[in-house]
């Protein structure tokens, strides 16, 4: 699992997977109140049942959000980087990654709710939430609902507003997408045959199932999900007033430039970093400078 132990939690009726950067030991509750039972993953490496965490317990957390399509272990490299001072806790966001998809409510209420009650539940509040595209609309608009439960922000290609004419590829078509494939190589041809140039940050949800490989999400579900993005963000991303770290990358085809400025421009508190050379998934492109840059806006804010 990359240095993080994956664990499961059932919220609001839905069963969530989430990793830890930090190990557990003992058998003590996981955490309590609020609907959430927790405990580690079969063969993860945590405790049955529950744990405490073992040194860095009291470091500063981190609630990692992934984008469409991503899944928890997106944010493994920068966890690694931000240790022991910062704990990354990075949740699957519904549908995605190995969580349940619920209901089939993909709306970025869902979403939000979602995670204040992670947070509630894991009585971790408040703390640093980050989030990459999709998830990093989803934490300013939960900084904005639910500001006692956030204390900074750090939003990696999440716009303010999500529609056309302002972003002319709001939604990744994927219906057309293999859904089985005999093997990883084949399943990778066959994404990017379909116009993707570099279908790794996909595969990371790939697994093999009887029938042979696919990826752990529903096309149909991501195409709802898209589709409920879709929209103007504006009063979230000014709704909020924590201090708020902005990322985007100059080669990035879903957050343009010009927004991103008038983003930092328009919400006090708001620094904006942009990194040359890097596109929409900056934490792959460049993740020692992602990292970088994260550390020093939490060494300067957080840990100040």
Same mark, same amino acid.
């Given at each position: 699992?990359?240095?993080?132990?994956?664990?499961?939690?059932?919220?609001?009726?839905?069963?969530?997977?989430?990793?830890?950067?930090?190990?557990m030991?003992?058998? #003590?509750? #996981?955490?309590?109140?609020?609907?959430?039972?927790?405990?580690?993953?079969?063969g993860?490496?945590?405790?049955?049942?529950?744990?405490?965490?073992?040194?860095?317990?009291?470091?500063?957390?981190?609630?990692?959000l992934?984008?469409?399509?991503?899944?928890?272990r997106?944010?493994?490299? !920068?966890?690694?980087? #931000?240790?022991?001072?910062?704990?990354?806790?990075?949740?699957?966001?519904?549908?995605?990654?190995?969580?349940?998809?619920?209901?089939?409510?993909?709306?970025?209420?869902?979403?939000?709710?979602?995670?204040?009650?992670? !947070?509630?539940?894991?009585?971790?509040?408040?703390?640093?939430?980050?989030?990459?595209?999709?998830?990093?609309?989803?934490?300013?608009r939960?900084?904005?609902?639910?500001?006692?439960?956030v204390?900074?922000?750090?939003?990696?290609?999440?716009?303010?507003?999500?529609?056309?004419?302002?972003?002319?590829?709001?939604?990744?078509?994927?219906?057309?997408?293999?859904?089985?494939?005999?093997? !990883?190589?084949?399943?990778?041809?066959?994404?990017?045959?379909?116009?993707?140039?570099?279908?790794?940050?996909?595969?990371?949800?790939?697994?093999e199932?009887?029938?042979?490989?696919?990826?752990?999400?529903?096309?149909?579900?991501?195409?709802?999900?898209?589709?409920a993005?879709?929209?103007?963000?504006?009063?979230?991303? #000014?709704?909020?007033?924590?201090?708020?770290?902005?990322?985007?990358?100059?080669?990035?085809?879903?957050?343009?430039?010009?927004?991103?400025?008038?983003?930092?421009?328009?919400?006090?508190?708001?620094?904006?970093?942009e !990194?040359?050379?890097?596109?929409?998934?900056?934490?792959?492109?460049?993740?020692?400078?992602?990292?970088?840059?994260?550390?020093?806006?939490?060494?300067?804010?957080?840990?100040?």
């Open positions: 699992m990359n240095g993080m132990t994956e664990h499961f939690t059932t919220v609001r009726g839905l069963r969530l997977a989430w990793l830890d950067s930090h190990p030991i003992g058998d #003590l509750p #996981l955490a309590t109140g609020n609907g959430i039972v927790g405990g580690p993953a079969p993860s490496g945590g405790a049955g049942g529950g744990g405490r965490f073992e040194s860095g317990a009291q470091a500063a957390v981190v609630l990692a992934h984008g469409h399509f991503g899944r928890g997106n944010f493994a490299p !920068l966890a690694v980087a #931000l240790a022991p001072r910062y704990r990354v806790i990075a949740l699957e966001q519904r549908g995605h990654g190995h969580s349940d998809r619920g209901d089939g409510d993909f709306s970025q209420d869902a979403y939000v709710a979602d995670a204040a009650a992670f !947070l509630r539940g894991l009585g971790l509040g408040p703390v640093v939430v980050l989030g990459h595209s999709m998830g990093g609309v989803t934490a300013f939960l900084a904005a609902r639910h500001p006692g439960l204390r900074a922000l750090i939003v990696e290609e999440g716009g303010a507003l999500n529609r056309r004419p302002d972003i002319q590829h709001p939604i990744l078509d994927v219906t057309g997408w293999p859904r089985r494939a005999p093997t !990883l190589a084949a399943l990778r041809h066959a994404i990017e045959a379909q116009g993707i140039p570099d279908a790794s940050y996909f595969l990371e949800s790939a697994v199932h009887p029938d042979g490989w696919g990826l752990l999400f529903d096309y149909d579900d991501m195409m709802a999900s898209q589709e993005l879709i929209g103007d963000w504006w009063p979230d991303w #000014l709704g909020s007033t924590c201090p708020a770290l902005l990322i985007h990358g100059l080669d990035s085809f879903i957050l343009p430039t010009a927004m991103a400025r008038q983003m930092a421009e328009r919400r006090p508190g708001t620094v904006l970093r !990194l040359p050379g890097c596109g929409h998934w900056a934490h792959d492109d460049a993740p020692a400078t992602f990292a970088a840059t994260v550390r020093e806006f939490l060494d300067t804010t957080v840990a100040a």
